[in-house]
């Protein structure tokens, strides 16, 4: 079984930065890419950021210029990085995981979520 566990979440003033971890842990033989969604109120989950490896980053046009996704592999966490936030970004941020288990069974895991909330 794998788990995701988020962390780094809360209110922040517009333009204030907020750090944002996901630890994966359980019986991972792999992993192939990890990323950040969100969902803000009343609208779909999207995609915010996504890492294959250092060099292998793709980024949503929201997110360009201000957060920074990174992994570190030998803990199996991933990062979100968030500066100079907006009223916007407010959404509950999802970790996501693909990942293959020790029973060579490959499966996209989520998170519980962490609000985000920024104020005007």
């Known amino acids: 079984q794998v788990q995701l566990v988020e962390s780094g979440g809360g209110l922040v003033q517009a333009g204030g930065s907020l750090r944002l971890s996901c630890a994966a842990s359980?019986?991972?033989?792999?992993?192939?890419?990890m990323g950040w969604y969100r969902q803000g109120p009343g609208k779909q989950r999207e995609l915010v950021a996504t890492?294959?490896?250092?060099?292998?980053?793709r980024y949503a046009d929201s997110a360009k210029g201000r957060f920074t996704i990174s992994v570190d592999n030998a803990k199996n966490t991933v990062y979100l990085q968030m500066n100079r936030l907006k009223p916007e970004d407010t959404a509950i941020y999802y970790c996501?995981?693909?990942?293959?288990?020790?029973?060579?069974?490959?499966?996209?895991?989520w998170g519980q979520g962490t609000q985000v909330t920024v104020s005007s």
């Open positions: 996501n995981a693909d990942i293959q288990t020790r029973t060579f069974v490959r499966t996209v895991y």
């Open positions: 890492i294959i490896s250092v060099s292998s980053t």
């Open positions: 359980g019986s991972i033989t792999h992993i192939y890419d």
